[in-house]
């Protein structure tokens, strides 16, 4: 039987990762002692790869597909086929940014006041094309973690990523200027991702899982109306794409469905229940694919 072998990132992006899974439809079920989670699909073969190192790994064929950063990506500059963006990240739907930061107190303003100075970061690829691009020369150093509690001690300013920048801040750090925005990325070796078995179990995957991320925040609403009411209701109802109308069995009443924004609900049902609609119901989506 054909398996897939597939790269899970483990650390910051795992749980997300695995709850992403859940909603797509595959359980994967990781022990503290193994680095090759279970998975309730004969066909997948998973391993627990950092993201950091996914690219490589995947360019080598030691894995046929993975999920990783754009950002590791480009810093490593792995010669694999991307998919497609995941825009989800460790709290939630969104992208990550690159930063370049200082103290808050610091006098520097911008990448121009950083040259002969120390900049500590985990991606030191980045951040010296960064300072290429700006004609800034200066002592980029690899930092193996806790990169926001260098500054001042240790470095005059860092490169690191940051969702919401409160870290940064607790650390009393101004961002200075962003190097680049990121999101997870499925990627596929080439040789893997031209056999035809493999090709449409990546895309299938793919599919899937952009429909599970499509799904986060939104919910469906299904309710009934007089077609007397029909044209209040439907302008009172936000949509993706146009409701479904359906005609039930008595013509003077139809059912509606449709999809929207969770955060919407609230003020969307009393205004279809002032526009004569009933028979309300709000359930949870897993998927949504176009």
């Known amino acids: 039987m054909s398996r897939l072998k597939l790269g899970i990132p483990k650390g910051s992006l795992q749980d997300s990762t695995v709850d992403l899974f859940a909603k797509a439809g595959w359980r994967i079920s990781i022990s503290s002692r193994s680095y090759f989670p279970g998975i309730d699909d004969p066909e997948i ?163 899937l899982l952009d429909g599970a991320i499509k799904a986060y925040n939104r919910v469906g609403l299904m309710l009934n109306v007089r077609r007397a009411d029909l044209d209040s209701v439907l302008k009172a109802l936000p949509s993706l794409r146009n409701p479904t109308v359906a005609q039930l069995s008595d013509p003077e009443w139809v059912a509606i469905n449709t999809i929207i924004e969770e955060k919407t609900v609230r003020e969307i049902i009393p205004k279809l229940k002032a526009a004569r609609a009933e028979g309300i119901v709000e359930y949870p989506l897993n998927k949504v694919v176009y």
Not at 186 to 198: E, G, P, T
Request: proline share 2%.
């Open 45 to 207: 073969e998973c391993m627990l790869v950092r993201a950091q190192e996914m690219p490589r790994y995947v360019e080598s064929g030691a894995l046929d597909a993975g999920l990783t950063g754009k950002d590791w990506i480009m810093e490593t500059g792995a010669e694999v086929e991307q998919i497609g963006e995941l825009v989800y990240s460790k709290t939630g739907l969104g992208r990550v940014r690159w930063v370049l930061a200082v103290a808050e107190d610091s006098p520097m303003q911008s990448v121009k006041d950083l040259e002969g100075k120390v900049i500590a970061t985990e991606a030191v690829g980045m951040t010296q094309k960064y300072l290429a691009k700006h004609g800034v020369k200066a002592n980029v150093e690899f930092s193996w973690g806790a990169t926001e509690v260098k500054v001042p001690q240790l470095a005059d300013a860092i490169v690191e990523v940051t969702e919401t920048g409160s870290s940064l801040r607790a650390n009393r750090l101004r961002v200075v200027d962003t190097l680049m925005e990121s999101a997870t990325t499925l990627i596929a070796n080439r040789a893997s991702y031209k056999d035809a078995w493999k090709h449409e179990k990546i895309s299938h995957m793919m599919m």
